[in-house]
């Protein structure tokens, strides 16, 4: 990391970076992890100095199953001949980014889905859950579970501080990036929400100066 910085401080790119052998060899040896070049892959230039395709919103990676279930998991469906297709995945209890959805089924005692899936409905995600191809789908908002010892008081950072998700943050790409590697579908629902409440505010705060002009 420290061989990281002092190359991103380097103000002069036309001069030789100071820079010593034992960290130019720690920066040779990220180039060959390949979880470390996956992530950045969408950030770097082409030949012609063009960049490529962005890589995907928290919405779009909260929707796309294949992102966040596991391998085995997809064998698994194709060979299901319950399965209902598309975007659905089998419930994996092991998985944490498999949400249970409970309903309460036609003998009036609460089940667990056996097929989930999160959908994109205006600005929130929905949480839908059903038993099997043909069979009655239920779904409820998705939220992220409650953490149980919240931070309001101690020292740190408190549980109450949003500014780091606002959505004009210029790290918003590397929080996007953290908050995606946890695994919680729910924290990413939450985020997409709180942004485009904070987006809300933006245009209601614009709205407000134009009216007062």
């Known amino acids: 990391m420290g061989?990281?910085?002092?190359?991103?401080?380097?103000?002069?790119?036309?001069?030789?970076?100071?820079?010593?052998?034992?960290?130019?060899?720690?920066?040779?040896?990220?180039?060959?992890?390949?979880?470390?070049?996956?992530?950045?892959?969408?950030?770097?230039?082409?030949?012609?100095g063009s960049v490529d395709t962005p890589p995907p919103t928290l919405l779009q990676r909260i929707t796309t199953p294949a992102e966040m279930a596991h391998a085995s998991t997809q064998t698994e469906d194709m060979e299901d001949t319950d399965h209902p297709g598309g975007q659905?995945?089998?419930?994996?209890p092991g998985n944490t980014s498999h949400y249970p959805l409970i309903f309460i089924g036609t003998d009036a005692r609460p089940c667990a889905a056996k097929y989930?899936?999160?959908?994109?409905?205006n600005n929130g995600i929905v949480h839908q859950g059903t038993?099997?191809?043909?069979?009655?789908?239920?779904?409820?908002?998705?939220?992220?579970?409650?953490?149980?010892?919240?931070?309001?008081?101690?020292?740190?950072v408190k549980d109450t501080n949003?500014?780091?998700?606002?959505?004009?943050?210029?790290?918003?790409?590397v929080v996007d990036d953290s908050l995606y590697h946890l695994g919680d579908p729910g924290i990413v629902a939450d985020v997409h929400m709180l942004c485009v409440q904070y987006n809300k505010l933006e245009g209601i705060k614009q709205q407000r100066i134009n009216l007062n002009n």
């Open 3 to 48: 061989a990281i910085k002092v190359m991103s401080c380097s103000g002069e790119p036309t001069y030789p970076v100071p820079i010593t052998d034992d960290a130019f060899d720690h920066l040779s040896y990220l180039c060959f992890i390949p979880i470390f070049t996956d992530i950045i892959d969408p950030y770097m230039e082409d030949s012609d």
């Open 88 to 92: 659905w995945m089998h419930f994996n």
């Open 116 to 121: 989930i899936c999160y959908l994109s409905v």
């Open 131 to 156: 038993e099997g191809k043909n069979k009655a789908i239920y779904g409820t908002p998705l939220h992220a579970r409650a953490f149980p010892t919240p931070n309001f008081h101690c020292p740190g």
């Open 162 to 173: 949003h500014t780091i998700f606002d959505p004009s943050s210029v790290s918003h790409l």
